[in-house]
């Protein structure tokens, strides 16, 4: 059969399963009206098996892994009929909550290509349809461009060769590995004085295809440089973040939560009132939010951080379409302790523009495709040193400003959550789309039973800022008066 092989970074997510964490990106489309298992089978085929890779199955060798055809492939077994499971006094929202987390702890047949959909046919006057896809499939850039293809008047993928062993490599399949990768045995040896405009340079070029290639020259500066002796003896020596009850070794069980969507409008004015971007804004809502629902369990987050590790795009968005994994890994301190939100967010603010022009999401790369060469233990005890040092993964994806239509129904709320690696039991997930932002979580059931609790609290921390934004005088007001 026709194979193509993995790359080293996609073979690093294949293997990265463990007893309490399934790299798994779960999502969630609420659609209204309701739509039938028939008409979404009928999509799937249409525009999803397009994508090769959806038709695939990833085969494990001594060497790595491949994508093999799929001889035996069977839509039915990949997009069916999931009725929703209520218990005595649940509602909707609580089943198919119980029924994403369930989901998100049940392994994929690692003998088919590694997705399925779930369709809750009837659910609040509507559908609900819950995708699970592996990660070595996609990242989540790839993944929302692939998702986006399937809405009705979506643009179908680029053509591509189906004779992949005849077909010719592409010279995009693991350039950035290469590029990061090569340089790092001898980078100690080059000259210290060679940076300054590399790094800039080279991190521009990422967001054009016409330097793509150009980028591997920005990158040998970048890496010459002190930034990124800096940035690596960061990494290696980062301190373990605060000890709280969100932090340690899960049971594998996992249980999700979402909010209802805040005004984008809103947020964007209360970071234009405060002089702090949007980013600013939410994520010192998130450090807000973790830190009252500690002190509700009794635990007291005063003085204390915790660390999350935050997904940093690294690929031109036009390629998105190529699937694969092409994100670094930028660690990003909440403060959890501070209490005062003007503090906090401005606290928030300084954290995030110290990290503008870091090297580190591109060593974070480097180091994921560095351990997918080796076998499966000496890559989970590298990857260890993500874990040990992060209480959580957090993702903040735009999405359309418009709602979507899906088989013809309005796709009228939709949310995601993002799989953590080593022992993290803590995914945020910021989500905006048609006008809102909501929140997502997932946790582990061991470390945080109930992450709705976390969810309920960032509402009232929004609304805190909004309160201070309310309260600023407005442009040409007289100060005086």
């Known amino acids: 059969m026709p194979s193509e092989r993995m790359s080293r970074v996609d073979t690093a997510w294949l293997r990265m399963d463990n007893d309490v964490n399934l790299m798994m990106i779960v999502g969630v489309w609420l659609l209204t009206p309701a739509i039938t298992l028939e008409a979404l089978r009928e999509r799937i085929a249409d525009k999803l098996l397009q994508y090769d890779r959806f038709r695939q199955k990833a085969v494990v060798d001594a060497m790595g892994a491949s994508w093999v055809d799929d001889e035996g492939f069977d839509i039915a077994r990949h997009v ?133 290639h150009a980028l591997a020259g920005g990158m040998d500066i970048a890496r010459s440089g002190r930034q990124v002796l800096q940035d690596v003896a960061a990494l290696a020596l980062l301190a373990d973040d605060s000890p709280t009850r969100l932090k340690g070794k899960g049971n594998g069980r996992k249980v999700v939560a979402w909010g209802e969507p805040v005004p984008l409008d809103v947020v964007k004015a209360i970071g234009k009132g405060l002089n ?152 945020v997930s910021i989500l905006s789309y048609g006008g809102g932002v909501q929140f997502g979580l997932i946790t582990d059931e061991k470390l945080c039973p109930h992450p709705q609790q976390v969810i309920d609290r960032f509402e009232p921390e929004f609304e805190k800022l909004l309160l201070v934004a309310m309260m600023l005088p407005w442009a040409g007001e007289d100060l005086a008066a």
Request: include cysteine; hydrophobic fraction near 40%.
């Open 80 to 212: 069916v009929a999931a009725p929703l499971q209520r218990e005595k006094g649940q509602g909707e929202r609580e089943a198919l909550q119980a029924m994403c987390g369930k989901l998100a702890g049940t392994p994929l047949d690692m003998r088919r290509p590694l997705w399925q959909f779930h369709l809750v046919e009837h659910y609040e006057g509507g559908s609900a349809l819950v995708a699970r896809i592996h990660h070595c499939i996609g990242d989540g850039i790839a993944l929302i461009s692939v998702m986006m293809s399937i809405t009705d008047g979506g643009a179908d993928p680029p053509r591509r060769r189906r004779n992949l062993a005849a077909a010719p490599k592409d010279p995009d399949t693991d350039w950035l590995s290469d590029a990061v990768l090569k340089p790092l045995t001898d980078m100690t040896v080059k000259a210290i004085g060679m940076y300054g405009s590399g790094i800039g340079k080279g991190m521009e070029a990422l967001a054009h295809p016409e330097g793509l």
């Open 276 to 427: 702090c971007t949007v980013n600013d804004v939410l994520l010192s809502c998130v450090a807000g939010a973790v830190g009252a629902y500690l002190r509700e369990q009794g635990e007291d987050p005063a003085g204390k951080e915790i660390r999350a590790m935050v997904p940093v795009n690294l690929r031109p968005l036009d390629k998105a379409w190529q699937l694969g994994n092409r994100f670094g890994l930028a660690p990003l301190v909440l403060p959890i302790g501070i209490d005062n939100p003007v503090e906090r967010v401005y606290d928030v603010h300084r954290r995030m523009a110290a990290m503008k022009g870091s090297y580190q999401p591109l060593l974070a790369f480097a180091v994921l495709a560095v351990s997918g060469l080796f076998i499966k233990p000496v890559q989970d005890a590298v990857l260890g040193m993500f874990s040990k040092k992060t209480t959580a993964v957090m993702t903040n994806v735009p999405g359309p400003g418009t709602p979507l239509q899906f088989c013809g129904s309005t796709l009228r709320q939709t949310m995601f959550w993002v799989p953590s690696s080593g022992d993290i039991g803590v995914g």
